[in-house]
């Protein structure tokens, strides 16, 4: 039996590696997560993604290590978690019937080697009113999400439309990864 084991506390993370009906463990990572600014949206994710699973194939090293990582981008601009509600209002307002985009990337370590690859979604929010947006910030939900929203929420009314990986902005490319997993050597269950 190969161990599978996900690099990450997101509790969103962890139901959409469910759907797949895999059996796996969590084993968060606590890891710097700054950046070099010149870095590329895709490379910033990917960078991530594979410290987080790094971090978590050190100690597990006989095992297929999925590290993940989602950026949202506007206007060239990357916009991680809000600091408190200021912040997430003023992202949320800056979204506020504009287009964006949303990186995922993620990276597989295992006894084989290392995978890494990106998904790029593009998401268009409706105009959204002060009110609306101080509503939805009471909420609590924005404040730990990248770009303060959860798409698969109460966010997702502020949705519009999106091209691309729905669940790469939920923070998890279960179609590509199942793939990637299967070209990495992991043996699924179907």
């Known amino acids: 039996m190969q161990n599978l084991i996900l690099a990450s506390s997101s509790p969103r993370r962890k139901e959409l590696l469910e759907t797949l009906r895999l059996t796996f463990a969590i084993s968060s990572s606590e890891v710097d997560e700054s950046f ?11 960078e991530l993604a594979d410290r987080k699973a790094q971090s978590v194939f ?19 601009q990357i916009l991680g978690k809000p600091a408190d509600e200021a912040e997430a209002f003023a992202m949320l307002k800056s979204l506020s019937g504009k287009h964006h985009e949303v990186f995922t990337g993620v990276s597989i370590v295992s006894p084989t080697g290392t995978t890494k690859f990106y998904e790029r979604t ?16 009471k909420s609590g939900e ?49």
């Open 142 to 190: 924005p404040l730990d999400k990248a770009g303060a929203y959860g798409i698969q929420q109460l966010g997702s009314m502020l949705v519009k439309k999106i091209n691309g990986d729905y669940f790469a902005v939920v923070g998890l490319p279960v179609s590509r990864l199942i793939r990637e997993l299967k070209k990495a050597g992991y043996q699924l269950p179907y």
């Open 122 to 137: 593009e998401v268009w929010f409706w105009e959204l009113t002060d009110d609306s947006i101080r509503a939805y910030v």
């Open 58 to 76: 050190k100690e597990n090293q006989d095992a297929f290590v999925i590290g993940s990582d989602t950026i949202v981008v506007a206007n060239n």
């Open 36 to 46: 070099d600014p010149a870095l590329s949206p895709k490379e910033v994710v990917m």
